[in-house]
């Protein structure tokens, strides 16, 4: 009977985690989704080397799903994030059993969890930020038992696991805070197995030699060359972020300022209000009650870990007065994943504090705050539409497809190159196309080697036929000449190249010309012909229905909205004047722009379409900055 009752409640378990893995593949990106994916994506197929600090655990654990036998390449990688979260879900269920809460409690964590905003959206996409929480997790879970009963192996698992994390997001060394906990009631014990700890570290830590190895042959893409220690050095410790680089944020990490720790403390608040909505409050500070009540060490190791997973992390990376869209976006959507699965750890204490206390006239009561969570978990399936957001992807395929044969395309920004080396490396769509990075079109240094390789390209661009990966946009004057060079943005932006050259808005993007030459009106009757030709093939009806809350999903329809835009103008010029529409457009950087447009029956509907793209494509409706 013993058993009997086992087996039912593993299947019970079983089935609720299996229900959880399906939820999560069935919304998960099924083709690209923005931001890092592309080149994540592309450097885990051909084994390269992404942005610093490189991610080589990450990449090569993608690597290995890559060989499933379904699906794109983009749904095996999201996989990754798929099977993190669940096991995320897995391992907190039952480390809260361990810790003698009932089924009800452990399902009130999971409606919590999967309510949070953010940790919902991560789980979706081809990102490192749930495997990354997993580590943590794992880490989390070995100092918990090593703080009340020191084991050896615990304390070389968790080197080990340290070591390892080289090859993860750096926020995984804001734990060194919490694990001071347990050093410091088994200080001798862990002073004896130090040395062999650290071995271990470093055996751990040798995973960050792929970055090396995989620099000395050219790779489908590597972000950041590391073929030597210098330059390893260079990656790992993400100097080419300047003052956010490990070291710089390991040299302040307990230098404060006063108002920045007020703001700090405000936007923590905030963030967990948005991600889980004010409610949380009482069941936090119930948890923390019930772990002070239950067992001392159990409080003070929690309390350390939420002080680093919160107050730390957002001193040094979300800590301004008025946290802009992209702190939004790029901080708080991903950053601190690993605080909202401790704040819903703890809210589980603090649920079985509340609920203990409950008569058992009131038992019912109990139900009733389970139902909470469920509130707000719906919104999670309504604006996290990732499986049939196309955006990313059939955006960066019309970029593509509306370009002259052997055309030079500059991306400014990481959202646009990251997807368009993934259609050239990977599906090696328009491989004719040299694609320059300029990460932020200022910058004097632009990068080749990823979308405009040496070797392939060595007779097709003679003029940027360098082993180094800078050049003088200047040389291109030929190909400018034959209408062969686009930019993402306009090249006024650079401040050192304007007076050399002048933009031309085109399709999606801008033609760039030498500044001496006139654009004559065969070229403007040229642009307003390919303007005109592509209208059936360009997909911007994707940017009505996509239904996704993606910040930078918004800003490449906004690309689409100003393309229909002109095509307005355009059409208008070939009629009398009749009724004039004033539209201002706004592009990347400073410049914008107002078209005066003769409104007639035939472009007003592409008129209507640019509204209707920019109405349910408003930046500053992103569900975590809305309302601030």
């Given at each position: 009977?013993?058993?009997?009752?086992?087996?039912?409640?593993?299947?019970?378990?079983?089935?609720?985690?299996?229900?959880?893995?399906?939820?999560?593949?069935s919304?998960?990106?099924?083709t690209?989704?923005?931001?890092?994916?592309?080149?994540?994506?592309?450097?885990?197929?051909?084994?390269?080397?992404?942005?610093?600090?490189?991610?080589?655990?990450?990449?090569?654990?993608?690597?290995?799903?890559?060989?499933?036998?379904?699906?794109?390449?983009?749904?095996?990688?999201?996989?990754?994030?798929?099977?993190?979260?669940?096991?995320?879900?897995?391992?907190?269920?039952?480390?809260?059993?361990?810790?003698?809460?009932?089924l009800?409690?452990?399902?009130?964590?999971?409606?919590?969890?999967?309510?949070?905003?953010?940790?919902?959206?991560?789980?979706?996409?081809a990102?490192?930020?749930?495997?990354?929480?997993l580590?943590?997790?794992?880490?989390?879970?070995?100092?918990?038992?090593?703080?009340?009963?020191?084991?050896?192996?615990?304390?070389?698992?968790?080197?080990?696991?340290?070591?390892?994390?080289?090859?993860l997001?750096?926020?995984?060394?804001?734990?060194?805070?919490?694990?001071?906990?347990?050093?410091?009631?088994?200080?001798?014990?862990?002073?004896?197995?130090?040395?062999?700890?650290?071995?271990?570290?470093?055996?751990?830590?040798?995973?960050?030699?792929?970055?090396?190895?995989?620099?000395?042959?050219?790779?489908?893409?590597?972000?950041?060359?590391?073929?030597?220690?210098?330059?390893?050095?260079?990656?790992?410790?993400?100097?080419?972020?300047?003052?956010?680089?490990?070291?710089?944020?390991?040299?302040?990490?307990?230098?404060?300022?006063?108002?920045?720790?007020?703001?700090?403390i405000?936007?923590?608040?905030?963030?967990?209000?948005?991600?889980?909505?004010?409610?949380?409050?009482?069941?936090?500070?119930?948890?923390?009650?019930?772990?002070?009540?239950?067992?001392?060490?159990?409080?003070?190791?929690?309390?350390?870990?939420?002080?680093?997973?919160?107050?730390f992390?957002?001193?040094?990376?979300?800590?301004?007065?008025?946290?802009?869209?992209?702190?939004?976006?790029?901080?708080?959507h991903?950053?601190?994943?690993?605080?909202?699965?401790?704040?819903?750890?703890?809210?589980?204490?603090?649920?079985?504090?509340?609920?203990?206390?409950?008569?058992i006239?009131?038992?019912?009561l109990?139900?009733?705050?389970?139902?909470f969570?469920?509130?707000?978990?719906?919104?999670?399936?309504?604006?996290?539409?990732?499986?049939?957001?196309?955006?990313?992807?059939?955006?960066?395929?019309?970029?593509?497809?509306?370009?002259?044969?052997?055309?030079?395309?500059?991306?400014?920004?990481?959202?646009?190159?990251?997807?368009?080396?993934?259609?050239?490396?990977?599906?090696?769509?328009?491989?004719?196309?040299?694609?320059?990075?300029?990460?932020?079109?200022?910058?004097?240094?632009?990068?080749?080697?990823?979308?405009?390789?040496?070797?392939?390209?060595?007779?097709?661009?003679?003029?940027?036929?360098?082993?180094?990966?800078?050049?003088?946009?200047?040389?291109?004057?030929?190909?400018?000449?034959?209408?062969?060079?686009?930019?993402?943005?306009?090249?006024?932006?650079?401040?050192?190249?304007?007076?050399?050259?002048?933009?031309?808005?085109?399709?999606?993007?801008f033609?760039?010309?030498?500044?001496?030459?006139?654009?004559?009106?065969?070229?403007?009757?040229?642009?307003?012909?390919?303007?005109?030709?592509?209208?059936?093939?360009?997909?911007?009806?994707?940017?009505?229905?996509?239904?996704?809350?993606?910040?930078?999903?918004?800003s490449?329809?906004?690309?689409?909205?100003?393309?229909?835009?002109?095509?307005?103008?355009?059409?208008?010029e070939?009629?009398?004047?009749?009724?004039?529409?004033?539209?201002?457009?706004?592009?990347?950087?400073?410049?914008?722009?107002?078209?005066?447009?003769?409104?007639?029956?035939?472009?007003?509907?592409?008129?209507?379409?640019?509204?209707?793209?920019n109405?349910?494509?408003?930046?500053?409706?992103?569900?975590?900055?809305?309302?601030?």
């Open positions: 009977m013993v058993i009997n009752n086992r087996l039912f409640t593993y299947l019970k378990e079983g089935i609720l985690y299996s229900l959880f893995f399906l939820l999560f593949f919304l998960q990106t099924k690209l989704n923005t931001g890092d994916a592309g080149e994540l994506v592309a450097a885990s197929y051909g084994l390269g080397v992404a942005h610093p600090s490189g991610y080589p655990v990450y990449l090569m654990i993608s690597k290995f799903f890559t060989f499933l036998p379904f699906g794109s390449i983009t749904t095996k990688v999201a996989l990754v994030s798929t099977i993190s979260s669940t096991l995320l879900l897995v391992l907190s269920m039952n480390f809260l059993k361990q810790e003698g809460l009932n009800t409690v452990r399902f009130f964590f999971c409606l919590l969890l999967m309510s949070c905003y953010s940790f919902f959206a991560q789980s979706l996409l990102k490192f930020y749930p495997l990354n929480t580590m943590i997790f794992a880490i989390f879970y070995l100092g918990y038992k090593s703080l009340h009963q020191h084991n050896v192996k615990y304390q070389h698992t968790i080197a080990f696991l340290f070591g390892i994390s080289a090859g997001h750096q926020t995984i060394y804001f734990m060194f805070l919490a694990l001071l906990v347990p050093v410091i009631f088994h200080f001798k014990d862990f002073i004896k197995n130090l040395l062999f700890s650290f071995f271990l570290f470093l055996l751990g830590f040798s995973n960050v030699l792929y970055l090396m190895v995989r620099s000395w042959k050219d790779t489908l893409l590597n972000m950041s060359p590391s073929g030597n220690v210098e330059m390893l050095f260079y990656t790992l410790s993400r100097k080419a972020y300047d003052k956010s680089s490990s070291i710089d944020i390991a040299k302040s990490f307990f230098n404060f300022e006063l108002q920045k720790i007020f703001y700090a405000k936007n923590c608040i905030t963030l967990l209000s948005r991600e889980f909505h004010p409610y949380i409050f009482i069941f936090l500070i119930s948890g923390f009650i019930y772990l002070a009540m239950k067992n001392r060490r159990s409080f003070w190791y929690f309390l350390s870990i939420y002080l680093a997973y919160s107050f992390l957002v001193y040094h990376t979300f800590s301004l007065e008025k946290p802009g869209l992209d702190s939004w976006y790029i901080s708080a991903q950053y601190f994943l690993p605080i909202f699965l401790f704040t819903a750890i703890i809210c589980s204490y603090g649920f079985e504090l509340i609920t203990s206390k409950l008569s006239n009131l038992s019912i109990k139900y009733l705050i389970l139902c969570p469920l509130i707000y978990l719906p919104q999670n399936f309504f604006v996290n539409n990732y499986d049939r957001n196309h955006v990313p992807y059939y955006k960066t395929i019309d970029h593509f497809f509306v370009k002259p044969i052997k055309s030079v395309v500059i991306y400014s920004g990481d959202n646009d190159v990251f997807q368009g080396w993934y259609l050239k490396n990977v599906e090696k769509f328009r491989d004719d196309l040299c694609l320059i990075s300029a990460p932020v079109i200022k910058d004097k240094i632009w990068e080749t080697n990823n979308g405009c390789n040496y070797k392939i390209y060595k007779d097709a661009y003679p003029e940027i036929n360098y082993e180094d990966t800078s050049f003088n946009l200047n040389s291109l004057k030929g190909y400018m000449k034959k209408k062969r060079v686009y930019s993402s943005i306009p090249i006024e932006e650079n401040d050192l190249l304007k007076e050399h050259l002048k933009s031309e808005y085109v399709l999606l993007d033609m760039i010309f030498p500044k001496d030459i006139n654009v004559d009106n065969d070229t403007k009757n040229w642009i307003a012909k390919q303007r005109y030709d592509y209208k059936d093939y360009i997909h911007y009806n994707i940017c009505i229905n996509h239904g996704t809350d993606d910040l930078f999903t918004k490449l329809c906004k690309k689409y909205s100003t393309y229909l835009t002109y095509l307005a103008y355009d059409i208008g070939k009629y009398q004047k009749n009724s004039i529409s004033k539209v201002d457009l706004f592009f990347e950087g400073n410049l914008n722009k107002t078209l005066q447009i003769n409104t007639n029956n035939e472009n007003l509907v592409y008129l209507y379409r640019a509204y209707q793209i109405k349910l494509n408003d930046e500053k409706e992103f569900y975590l900055y809305s309302g601030f």
